[in-house]
């Protein structure tokens, strides 16, 4: 089926149809760069990467742009605290930033602006809103006259008047209006400053991200993302300014994530669920995640979810993340102990012969059609939670076929190459969504090295205690690897271990 998107704009979902045929532009809100990147961070642009691939998978060229905030109200506050500058402190946790994408495999971004390096397309921006009446200079600054915009409100359905200055907003001398936003702000004694028509100064948040979206992407462009907290008034104000410089339509598609939520439990045992905020300090430091979970397993978890819903941290859904992630792994491992995969995987064909299809005609059918199911979860408003269900629908399968072949016994060449064809679909289509990025090995097994033949030896050791009825000495085998993270699993064709 051809793709939708739940567009915020209209509050529905619409068949996608790109601005140029062929080719989409995406742009991300990114992050003020004022402190270290936690997990919350990394929601938007984990989702953003697989959506990228997936269009990439079925045939557009994309182009995705995050942009880094590094002049703002929060950045300098955080410098003078830090008792370091602005600059040196953007530069720092902007690096901190970029180091954990790289951590998490997320290579798909085409460009990050700096909000810094964009100050004459700001300025020009705020000249073109003044002459068209958009916009007003007052002492210094330049604000945006939001009762000459008929439709704003347009994206977040709330009135002028719920407009606040919030933490971000600059109060100041010759605003009009309590609902009008700062587009330009004078700037204070050892502040960043550049100069403009007004006197020095340095941009306010909004017109910055309107600014570069557009020297990238154009005027109008296909999809604008971002956290369902930016919605109002960070792109409400996106979008007004944005329509009234150009009086074209600015984006397409609006696209929100859910928030990012820590699940902990009080001391009356109730779960109490919270955004994960700087503000309140139940972050998870994003390094350190990924240090002691590994970058997966967070993607994992992030694209089980809709990318709508609220996600939702604890331990366990960490559990529950692992065990699911692990099937996947166990398949591979299982595949890959069928015998040597290598000549399979060098060649460009895997023959099966008619006879061996024939008998297992469910399977086969099932397989394309679970890759079909698969595609059009995608194509449902980029549903990969729903994308996720199926790969496990089709590993069940490939574990059911190996069940009735008698694999572990009947290691004939039609069975194995089964087998590898397709897990290497399975594989191919996690990958779509940024899954096995080191692929699932295929051509290694368990019994590789000394840990292998160790395990060889307990397990021949335990087969000999259950011949002679031994069973508390099997049993023992059995629990003590199973203390140290080690389950041993009996097939018909013998007895395989994992790791867990």
């Known amino acids: 089926m051809p793709l939708r998107i739940y567009n915020t704009l209209t509050g529905q979902k619409e068949l996608f149809e790109p601005v140029n045929p062929g080719t989409v532009g995406i742009y991300l809100c990114g992050p003020t760069v004022y402190k270290p990147p936690h997990m919350g961070h990394m929601v938007g642009p984990v989702i953003f990467d697989a959506i990228k691939r997936y269009l990439t998978y ?21 410098a003078i605290e830090e008792k370091t500058t602005v600059v040196e402190l953007a ?49 210094g600054n330049v604000w945006f006259d939001v009762a000459k915009d008929g439709g704003y409100g347009k994206l977040s359905h709330r009135r002028p008047e719920d407009q606040e200055s919030g ?18 702000k004078s700037a204070k004694a050892d502040e960043p400053s550049w100069d403009s028509p007004w006197g020095k100064g340095r941009p306010g948040w909004h ?51 859910g928030l990012t939520k820590i699940k902990t439990k009080l001391s009356s045992g109730e779960l109490k669920s919270e955004k994960m905020s700087k503000s309140i300090g139940n972050v998870i430091d994003a390094r350190l995640f990924l240090l002691q979970n590994g970058a997966e397993l967070f993607r994992y978890i ?52 008619e006879s061996f299809k024939a008998k297992h005609a469910d399977f ?12 059009e979860m995608m194509d449902d408003d980029f549903n990969t939670g729903g994308a996720i269900g199926v790969l496990h629908e089709m590993a069940n399968e490939i574990n059911s076929f190996l069940e009735r072949a008698n694999a572990e016994r009947d290691k004939s060449a039609d069975v194995l190459g089964a087998a590898i064809v397709t897990t290497q679909m399975l594989t191919n289509l996690g990958q779509v969504l940024g899954l096995f990025r080191a692929p699932v090995a295929l051509s290694t097994s368990n019994d590789d090295g000394l840990a292998g033949k160790l395990m060889e030896l307990l397990i021949k050791l335990r ?19 199973s203390a140290i993270g080690v389950t041993l699993e009996d097939r018909a064709g013998g007895t395989d271990w994992r790791k867990d």
């Open 58 to 78: 079925t045939g557009y060229k994309v182009t995705l742009i995050v942009n880094i905030t590094d002049v703002e109200d929060k950045l300098i506050a955080a």
């Open 91 to 139: 530069q720092r946790y902007t690096k901190d930033y970029f180091d954990a994408l790289s951590g998490l495999g997320i290579d798909t971004i085409d460009h990050f602006p700096r909000a810094s390096e964009h100050i004459a397309q700001i300025v020009q921006m705020c000249q073109t809103l003044i002459a068209k009446g958009f916009a007003y200079a007052a002492a």
């Open 167 to 184: 933490l971000r907003e600059l109060e100041g001398s010759g605003k009009r209006n309590p609902a009008d936003f700062g587009l330009w």
């Open 207 to 257: 017109i910055e991200c309107s600014a570069m979206s557009m020297k990238y992407l154009g005027e109008t462009f296909d999809i604008h993302g971002g956290g369902m907290d930016l919605l109002f008034p960070h792109h409400e104000n996106e979008l007004a300014q944005s329509e009234c410089c150009t009086g074209k339509p600015f984006a397409r598609y609006w696209m929100h994530n």
């Open 302 to 353: 992030l694209l089980s979810t809709h990318y709508r819903s609220p996600i939702d941290f604890s331990e366990d859904v960490l559990v529950a993340a692992k065990k699911g992630l692990t099937a996947f792994h166990r398949l591979a491992q299982r595949v890959a102990r069928l015998g040597d995969t290598r000549a399979f995987n060098q060649a460009n064909t895997i023959h099966v012969a």
């Open 364 to 375: 086969f059918r099932s397989i394309p059609l679970l890759k079909a199911k698969f595609l």
């Open 463 to 481: 087969e000999d205690a259950r011949k002679s009825k031994n069973f508390a000495l099997a049993d023992g085998i059995r629990n003590g690897l």
